[in-house]
Structure formats: structure tokens, C-alpha cells
């Protein structure tokens, strides 16, 4: 965590949210591959499955229109997607949206308190990643919902 003391006082009060998917980093290869792994029968390019996500189109309702899912089906789609989503394997074809990522976010933390907040399930991958990427130290406090709605 960085050192609050090096941050000037006039700045104490500001703080940045961040959430970490979709925001500082590209999950959606890890996303794409997992679907077609538990729907092999998905013929979607990945431009094909990201275009329907970007309409929001949730993921039960994917299941339904293409996959002509039941209730049943979906809650067994989902139990087995967070059963797998986080894997470290999976985790390693997340990357940084931009090359300068960790110099934005250092800056930033100079000046800001930042937060990160994710509603991933678990917490120690997320720390992981952010060792990976070299974002260890740059955040105040990281909050990982581990899929809790309250």
C-alpha cells in the first residue's frame, strides 16, 4: 500500500474507485473461452459473443435465445462458470487495457487515494493479478464482494 504521508494533505479527502474488470483490465478472452468451453455448441466468433454483451444481454438470456436453456440448465451454467471463472490458468489471459496502465494508476496514487472494488470471489487471485501487473502497492484498499449483493 502506498505511504499516505507522501501524498500532499491538500489531497487526503480525494478518492478514485476503480472496478478491475472491464475497467484497468481485459477480461474478455477468459470470459469468451469459457463459454464455449461449457456451450461447445456456441459457434459465436468472439467479435459475435462481445457484440451481444455489449447490448447487455445477460447471460441467462444468451442461454435461453441461443442455447434454448430451461431455469434448471441456467443455474447449473452458472454454478459450473463461477466454479471456473477465476482459475488461475484463466486469470493469466487477462491483461492491462493499456500499456501504460501501471504508469496512469501510479500517478494517480500520488495525488489520490485509489480503491479498487471488483465483485470477484476471490480475493487472494485478485491479489495475484494485481502482483502480476506490478498494481500491489498502488491501491489504499481493494474490496473484493466475492459475489455478495448486500
Excluded at 430451461?70 to 484463466?90: M, T, V
Aim: proline share 4%; charged share 35%.
Amino acid at each position: 500500500m502506498p505511504d499516505k504521508k507522501k501524498r500532499p494533505e491538500k489531497y487526503a479527502m480525494l478518492s478514485v474507485f476503480f472496478d478491475f474488470d472491464g475497467t484497468l483490465i481485459d477480461s474478455r478472452k477468459r470470459q469468451y473461452q469459457l463459454f464455449g468451453e461449457l456451450l461447445p455448441a456456441c459457434e459465436f466468433s468472439f467479435d459475435e459473443y462481445w457484440k451481444i454483451k455489449r447490448q447487455r444481454v445477460s447471460q441467462a438470456k444468451m442461454l435461453k435465445l441461443y442455447g434454448k436453456f430451461d431455469d434448471e440448465q441456467i443455474q447449473s451454467f452458472h454454478a459450473r462458470w463461477l466454479e471456473k471463472i477465476e482459475d488461475p490458468e484463466r486469470l493469466m489471459n487477462d491483461q492491462p487495457f493499456s500499456e501504460n496502465m501501471t504508469d496512469v494508476l501510479r500517478k494517480l496514487s500520488r495525488k489520490y487515494a485509489l480503491y479498487l472494488v471488483t465483485a470477484r470471489q476471490n480475493p487472494f487471485m485478485v491479489h495475484e493479478q494485481l502482483r502480476r501487473f506490478g498494481w500491489d502497492d498502488v491501491f489504499e484498499n481493494i474490496l473484493v464482494t466475492e459475489q455478495r449483493h448486500s
